[in-house]
């Protein structure tokens, strides 16, 4: 397990970590629950922010994002940080649009090009087409 929170690395001080997502969704999150003190000296202590960087890995899964929300609790020595991965600033769009003879993955392309929003690998999808019938 790998943890980069703002570029630095915090992964031994990782207490649990919980991804979540659906297919359907278009964001997925990870909740982290980080050893965190300000008082205990044993334990290093960052400055957590929302907007800050996010990488994490675990069993072949991969995430990329941003810290959401930050909750720092001084009874238990914890900081919990839920993160969302970029899909986040899409769902702020809105949009409305019919896309005809198109695979799923051109379709994610060309919506993301006319946002301004770069693209790169997209996971495969079954090769259809929607066509206008």
Do not use: H, W
């Amino acid at each position: 397990m790998r943890l980069y929170i703002g570029g630095q690395n915090v992964s031994k001080l990782v207490n649990s970590a919980v991804a979540a997502g659906t297919r359907s969704g278009c964001s997925r999150t990870v909740t982290v629950n980080i050893a965190q003190s300000y008082s205990d000296s044993r334990i290093p202590s960052f400055d957590f922010a929302t907007g800050q960087s996010v990488n994490f890995s675990a069993n072949g899964f991969e995430f990329f994002g941003v810290v959401g929300s930050v909750s720092v609790s001084t009874g238990s020595k914890t900081a919990t940080l839920k993160c969302y991965d970029f899909g986040l600033y899409l769902k702020r769009n809105v949009i409305n649009r019919k896309i005809y003879d198109k695979t799923p993955k051109a379709a994610a392309k060309l919506l993301c090009s006319s946002f301004g929003i770069p693209t790169g690998y997209f996971a495969p999808t079954a090769d259809f087409r929607f066509s206008r019938n």
